[in-house]
Structures are given as structure tokens and as C-alpha cells.
């Protein structure tokens, strides 16, 4: 019911009489659209005693409202808003003006970059750049996981806000899953659980930027850590990419004339190109990040996804001198749409960092994340990625075969060790927006934010996403790019 004390206001001081100053506000009301056709009103006792009045009184206005046809008894229900009301409609009530149908008034500041839109697929087929199947989600796993949480005497914990360092049962299990799996030598104090990998980012790069500070990435590069870079203010300066990763030359060449506050990489499966940094390279940046301290983000978000060749380990399981700041992600290993990510940072870093978390996020979620512990615990997530491994080999495999038979000439592409998608550039003459009209004629949805991501020189490649298609799907798509790169 709406809030009748408040939104009806009593002058007895007036010279209009009570009755109908109640009359006159509900008209408003319902000429304001607040009080739809159709709608009942509370009865004259209810509201007699809402509005601290003698019931006859409401009983008088009620009378005058049906009197004028704004109201109208319903027998054994009582009074409702008539559904043809008197007068000419004073505005369309399907579209009744509310405080938030214009604005705002206030001028708001907005990075020029955050325009960037993000089409949502419609089409059957989806080609995405880059994400797990989610018809593979361990789902038995986790909704078994999740029973077992709430069937103990103590559930009602796990339904309270975690801390915002995050689920000291997780952070404790992901101490032998990171040292198994990357040789990360770390203690929980150097573990924050987050809302994905990209909430890591920002907070991280929040701790460490400030406006007009010189930071170094890819090019190209992540857009949407490109993004949250500029929101902060940073001055962006881009060092090429090539098919042994980012140029570690320029960046030192970059250290030793300009003060760099902040480097950001993908060392392993680059996003969006898919090349991994090599060894030379490796061992060529962590010099430079001891020589001149500098602050890295390590982005290894799809990890957990290797085929022909075993995954490099990170940077930040190198000697590094503390100034790695590692982040990743287990929404893409699971291909739930559970949004958890994880920073590994210095002891000091991650209390600052959870500090700063709770002005937007107060606390985790704690039940997600003693649900996820309990799988990394009792090896269903270990299971999951062998299988999924597999498949996703099988797959890539698959579309790098129907990629060279279909599209001989009008794309290139070096397929990739690992991760979920193969960066597919096109010929000159082809034009990414024009294909992607064409193959949606089609059915085909794609996604290519690249292609504006980088509006001054348009990449003309995208991230093939061969992950989430099974083999009849990717059949599909790549006869419809065949197709669409036609003249």
C-alpha cells in the first residue's frame, strides 16, 4: 500500500473543508499517475486511522470522489479508481510522468571512453571473445555444495556479509590450489577474495594511481582495464605487443627517461592477441621491475586453460620484490556465472585494499565463497578443469582447422597455446562492422569491441571465442563467416 500518511497532507487551518482537501489530493494523485486505474483504495476506516481523522470525514470525501466519477464502489471490495475517468485524459497513463522520467539536472562527469557500448547478443549463435560453455558448469557440484552448507546447525553464518578481505575458509584453500598450480609461495594474509577479476583490477590500480600519473600497457590491450585506468586518471602509455609478448626494451627504455608509476600485463594468453610474454622477456621484466620498483598488475584471467604447451608460471611467483600485485579469476574456470576473483598482493597492500572495498562493497559473499572452498577442497573444481581442458583443446583444434579451410584469405590467425579464444585479423579490404551486419543476417551475433575500442586506428581482428561453441555450433559459425566475407 502506498504511504497515505505522508503523501496526504492535512491543513485544518484552511478554509477548504477536510473532506475535500482529501478529495483533491487523490485526484492529483491519480492525474500524477501515483494511483493507476484499477487501483483500490484503502478503506475509510484504514485510512481514517492512517490520517488520525474521524472515519465519517474519509466516508465524505470518498463521496465527492464517486460523485465526480473518480472512484467507483465495487461491491463486497471496495472503492476503486474508475477506469474510464472524467475529463479529457490529462496524460497517458502508460507512460505517467514520474521523478525520473527526465534528468538529471545536475551536470555529471563521464570519461568519454565509458560510452563504450556493449551490444547484448540476441541472435542464436553467438560468437563471444572468449568464455567457457556454460552447459559444462559443474552445477551438481556446486548446488551439492551449497546443501551441505545450509544443512549445518551453524548455516545462519554463511548468510551474514563476509569480510572484505574475503572467506578465511577459501583464502586458506586457495594457498595449496595457487602453489600447485602457479608456485605461489603465499600465506592467507596475502589473499583477497573479490567480485571478479575486474573488481581486482580497480581496486588495485586504485591504491597505486593517481591523476596524471604515467602507467604502461599493452598495445593493444585489455579495453575495460584500459577504461578503469582512465577513470582514475592515469596518463596511458601504450608499448607494442608482438608474438613474444609486450616489448620489454621499450618499457625499460620508458623507466629510464619518464617516471612510471604503474606497469599492467597480461603475461600469459594477452588479451586480446593470445601471445604469451616469453621466457627471455620474463626474465628481462622482472629485472626491471626490482631495478626501478615498479608497481605491476598481473592479470591472469583464464589461467586454468592450457593444451599444447604446459602454462608459464607468473611473474608474481618469481623474485619480484614484492611489487607484484597478481590477480585472477574462477568465473571463467567454472563458466558459472558466480562473479569471484582474487588479488595476491603484500600483507599491507590487501588491508588497504580491503579498506577501500567496504566504501563500495562492504563484505563478500559468504556463502559463494565457503561453497567454493569446499570444492577446492574436495577436487570437483580440479575435476572440472581437467575435463573442460580437454574438450577446449578439442575445440580449438577444430576451429583452427575450419578457420584455414573457410577463410584462407580473408583472415589470419597463430593458434593459440591456451585460453578460450584465437585472435582472427582480417584482410585490409574486409571491414569487422560490415562483416558482422552481414553474418547477422544470418544469425550470427559478434562481438567486437575492439574495433571501437581503438577508434583512431580500428583493429581489424577479434577474438575468435571457440570455447563456448560445441563442434556443430562451430561448424555453423565459420560457414556463416564464410558467407559474410563475401563480396
Known amino acids: 500500500m502506498l504511504p497515505y500518511k505522508t503523501l496526504i497532507r492535512i491543513d485544518k487551518s484552511s478554509r477548504q473543508a477536510v473532506y475535500l482537501q482529501i478529495a483533491c489530493q487523490f485526484i492529483s494523485l491519480i492525474r500524477d499517475g501515483l494511483i493507476q486505474p484499477g487501483t483500490y483504495l484503502p478503506g475509510s476506516r484504514v485510512l481514517a486511522e ?14 465527492e470522489l464517486q460523485a465526480q466519477d473518480w472512484i467507483t464502489a465495487i461491491p463486497r471490495k471496495g472503492m476503486m479508481v474508475s477506469l474510464n475517468l472524467p475529463e479529457i485524459k490529462p496524460r497517458s497513463y502508460n507512460n505517467a510522468h514520474h521523478a525520473y522520467a527526465e534528468g538529471p539536472a545536475f551536470p555529471i562527469y563521464e570519461a568519454p571512453s565509458l560510452l563504450l557500448k556493449r551490444n547484448l547478443p540476441t541472435a542464436k549463435l553467438v560468437l563471444n571473445d572468449g568464455f567457457p560453455d556454460a552447459r559444462l558448469a559443474p552445477l551438481d557440484d556446486w548446488a551439492r555444495e551449497c546443501r551441505s552448507i545450509i544443512q549445518r546447525p551453524a548455516y545462519h553464518k554463511y548468510l551474514a556479509f563476509g569480510p ?46 593517481q591523476k596524471n600519473d604515467n602507467i604502461i600497457v599493452g598495445s593493444p590491450n585489455y579495453f575495460y582495464a584500459d577504461l578503469a585506468f582512465e577513470q582514475l586518471g592515469a596518463n596511458i602509455i601504450r608499448v607494442p605487443v608482438d608474438d613474444e609478448g609486450i616489448d620489454t626494451d621499450t618499457v625499460e627504455q620508458l623507466c629510464r627517461t619518464k617516471k612510471i608509476k604503474m606497469l599492467y600485463i597480461i603475461s600469459h594468453h594477452h588479451h586480446p592477441t593470445t601471445v604469451t610474454l616469453s621466457a627471455e622477456r620474463r626474465m628481462k621484466l622482472l629485472e626491471i621491475i626490482r631495478k626501478y620498483k615498479l608497481a605491476v598488475i598481473e592479470d591472469d584471467y583464464d589461467f586454468d586453460f592450457h593444451y599444447s604447451a604446459a ?38 597492500f590487501i588491508q588497504k585494499a580491503a579498506a577501500l572495498r567496504r566504501l563500495i562493497d562492504i563484505g563478500g559473499d559468504n556463502l559463494v565463497e565457503e561453497a567454493l572452498a569446499g570444492m577446492l577442497e574436495n577436487g570437483s573444481i580440479n575435476r572440472h578443469l581437467k575435463k573442460a581442458n580437454k574438450l577446449y583443446w578439442e575445440r580449438r583444434d577444430l576451429a583452427g582447422e575450419l578457420l584455414i579451410r573457410h577463410l584462407p584469405d580473408a583472415a589470419s590467425f597463430r593458434l593459440p597455446q ?44 577479434l577474438r575468435f571465442g571457440f570455447a563456448s561453441l560445441n563442434n556443430k555450433e562451430l561448424v555453423s559459425v565459420v560457414n556463416i563467416l564464410a558467407k559474410a566475407v563475401k563480396p
Open 418 to 461: 591456451g585460453g578460450m579464444a584465437i585472435w582472427l585479423q582480417f584482410a585490409k579490404h574486409l571491414k569487422i562492422p560490415a562483416i558482422a551486419d552481414k553474418a547477422g543476417t544470418f544469425g550470427l551475433s559478434m562481438s567486437y569491441g575492439y574495433h571501437y575500442a581503438y577508434k583512431s586506428k580500428p583493429l581489424n581482428g
Open 164 to 209: 572484505a578481505e574475503g572467506n578465511m575458509y577459501l583464502r586458506n584453500q586457495m594457498l595449496k590450489y595457487l602453489a600447485d598450480t602457479r608456485g605461489l609461495n603465499i600465506r592467507e594474509e596475502n589473499v583477497m577474495i573479490t567480485r571478479g577479476a575486474q573488481m581486482s583490477i580497480y581496486l588495485a590500480a586504485s591504491m597505486v594511481v
Open 311 to 348: 602454462p608459464i608460471v607468473p611473474l608474481a611467483s618469481a623474485d619480484h620484490g614484492g611489487n607484484v600485485i597478481y590477480v585472477g579469476s574462477f568465473t571463467k574456470s567454472l563458466g558459472l556465472s558466480l562473479r569471484i576473483g582474487f588479488m595476491i598482493a603484500p600483507e599491507k
Open 50 to 63: 492512517l490520517l488520525a481523522l474521524h472515519r465519517k470525514t474519509v466516508i465524505a470525501a470518498y463521496d
